[in-house]
């Protein structure tokens, strides 16, 4: 499970969570939902956090990473 918690344009920490790779993939690749200038507080994979940075990043992290 890949949990997503993320400050949104009021400093208001929200988090998503999906069930796999794929899910988070597709809704990275999708239709914009999250602003490329929202800070990542932590993603994480099994409870361990594998990335911290700006949702601008993410998708190319995530493309690159081996999980």
Do not use: P, W
Not at 53 to 61: A, E, I, K, Q, T
């Amino acid at each position: 499970m890949y949990r997503l918690t993320y400050q949104d344009n009021y400093h208001v920490e929200r988090t998503l969570e999906y069930k796999d790779y794929e899910e988070l993939m597709l809704s990275l690749s999708g239709c914009v939902t999250l602003s490329d200038t929202f800070l990542v507080t932590s993603l994480t994979f099994d409870d361990k956090v594998i990335y911290q940075g700006l949702v601008g990043d993410l998708y190319r992290f995530l493309s690159q990473a081996n999980f």
